[in-house]
């Protein structure tokens, strides 16, 4: 009887890559309700086996079930959602058919809270989360959402006046350091971020010698 291919990308992901080695047309293939390998890899947390499925057979990263959902709606740990999001480029923002993005049907399920609140630093695609719009790079902060009771307006504004508003590099110092520590995806060190990033959208400044500019009417 052949091996259940779902079976070992369960339990035993290195004789589903031998398998595999045999038989690469299996690495695409999806059972009745749409589960695929790629599924089962992330939910499963096999990282090794998550990267071989996309990079050596070629698996679509954005493929989805029967429900319309990718792997990253069924991850259990920041790791594999990383993989998935940052290495593999799936776009966090894709929505199953019932209007539900991964974050927002993981937060509604309140099983794997960790996960949510790292989707929620991810943005609304890979462009965003990479760094990049449009295909053009850009630099761009991980930032947590903006604090309760805080209201950003987005709008644009000329070269000068952007060359003279850069990021301040204290800021950014503090939170390369914090986004580095263990705790970092913790109630506790997210809150810490959260209080930076008041900090500094409230205009309190990070730095002793920074300055701002006065505007020009």
Partial sequence: MAPNPYVLAADNPAALLALLQEDASLAVTQDEHGYSLIHAAASYNHIDLLR???????????LRDEDGETALF???SIEAAKVLVEELGLDPSL????????????????????????LKTRGSGPDIAN???NGESSEVLDLPPVPEGLQITVGTMDEEVAEEQQPDPEFRRRIEELAARSDFQTPEGQAELRRLVE?????????EDRSVRPRQE
Wanted: glycine content about 10%; aromatic content about 8%.
């Fill in 95 to 118: 929505k199953n058919d019932e209007g539900y993005t991964a974050r927002e049907k993981i937060e509604a399920e309140e099983e794997w809270p960790a996960v949510a609140e790292y």
């Fill in 131 to 133: 760094g990049t719009t």
């Fill in 199 to 207: 900090e500094a959208v409230m205009g309190g400044g990070l730095s």
């Fill in 52 to 62: 071989k499925l996309v990079k050596d057979f070629n698996v679509p990263v954005d």
């Fill in 74 to 76: 069924v991850v259990e």
